[in-house]
């Protein structure tokens, strides 16, 4: 796998991808895992570095039990509590072990292939592959900064855990004490300006190397589960970067850029589908770039930020609908749904105090 041409690991990727979703065979399925496994370990990679499979696990988990329960009639009794009999039916039993092996190949796929290459390899293919020069520079010049901050990150991990250094409380943040992400984003401004004559090319790197960053940011959200409480700072750098730039698909471009980061650096869970984590709100806010553009209302911000939140579970839903789960998933997931439209909602403030302490282009 190592020395196998870079072109051909990344369409491996995909075609692995169509092929298991298209035979619907399980034996097939399960034989590509079993293989894939064997060429992971024969790779000299270590159980360890099956995050990426790990990640995934209650989704798949969620699969099986969503198609056993609701999408065939039942017919094997598990158990009775009171007068509730709870049963699952083989047949569905059968198709949620098939799409979660589905999954799991095509995200072992894309773990493998990304373990098993050097991320200036990645994007030397991707650039062979028709990626455009302007987006290659920036990948080049974001993933130098993101592999600096992981570097110090993990040497830094211990000393924050017992200092409590570099957290911030979600509730300050929303009443716009964001002086830490206004320092991040001008720095990275001035460098970028520094280094790139085209003002555009300066906006792009800004902004997608802050987007990246926001992962290594520690925010308490005060909640025991609050999906998406990161939108209040990822929103606002989507939202800046449009009203800064004067190209079209400016979100759409950091949309597409920073899911790219997130896979090289080795952050995706969702295997191809996980680019569309960033690249679903991008779009959804060039769209709505006329709204805000020369704007500044906090409202107009809020509404934004509510509606670019829904599409960031854009993965989520891609592969709930890739695998056919019953409709009664979507039930379950829409509290998920609900945190982030109101956290992209109540970026707002964020968004205003960004706009106007940024350092202008």
Not at 112 to 133: A, C, F, H
Not at 244 to 260: D, E, I, M, V, Y
Not at 271 to 300: C, E, R, T, W, Y
Request: proline share 4%; hydrophobic share 50%; with cysteine.
């Amino acid at each position: 796998m190592t020395h196998l041409d870079i072109r051909i690991k990344l369409l491996l990727i995909l075609a692995i991808s169509v092929i298991v979703f298209w035979a619907a065979n399980l034996i097939l399925s399960l034989s590509l895992l079993l293989a894939f496994l064997a060429i992971w370990f024969l790779s000299g990679l270590n159980i360890k570095e099956l995050k990426p499979v790990a990640r995934i696990k209650w989704f798949v988990l969620a699969i099986i039990f969503f198609h056993s329960y609701f999408s065939f009639d039942p017919d094997i009794l598990l158990f009775t509590l009171f007068n509730w009999a709870f049963a699952i039916s083989r047949e569905g039993l059968s198709q949620g072990v098939l799409m979660g092996s589905n999954v799991l190949v095509m995200i072992l796929i894309t773990a493998l292939v990304r373990k098993t290459s050097k991320p200036e390899e990645l994007l030397n293919g991707l650039q062979k592959l028709g990626m455009s020069i302007d987006q290659a520079t920036v990948l080049d010049a974001v993933l130098e900064v993101v592999e600096m901050k992981e570097g110090r990150k993990k040497n830094r991990r211990k000393e924050d855990k017992k200092t409590g250094r570099g957290k911030w409380k979600l509730r300050d943040i929303i009443r716009g004490e964001i002086e830490f992400l206004v320092e991040m984003v001008n720095q990275r401004m001035d460098e970028a300006r520094s280094k790139f004559k085209s003002s555009h090319l300066a906006i792009t790197v800004t902004f997608t190397t802050a987007i990246s960053l926001i992962r290594f940011i520690k925010v308490a959200p005060g909640l025991p589960i609050a999906p998406g409480h990161k939108n209040v700072l990822i929103m606002p750098l989507f939202i800046n970067a449009v009203k800064l730039s004067q190209k079209r698909f400016t979100a759409t471009n950091l949309g597409f850029l920073s899911g790219l980061i997130n896979f090289l650096a080795g952050f995706g869970k969702y295997g191809p589908l996980g680019p569309l984590q960033f690249m679903i709100p991008g779009i959804v806010i060039d769209l709505l770039a006329p709204i805000f553009k020369n704007s500044n209302s906090i409202f107009v911000y809020g509404l934004v930020g509510f509606v670019a939140g829904a599409s960031r579970v854009a993965a989520e839903i891609s592969l709930a609908y890739l695998v056919g789960m019953p409709q009664e998933f979507y039930l379950v997931y829409l509290p998920f749904i609900i945190s982030q439209c109101s956290f992209g909602m109540l970026s707002a403030p964020v968004t205003k105090f960004l706009s106007n302490h940024l350092n202008r282009v």
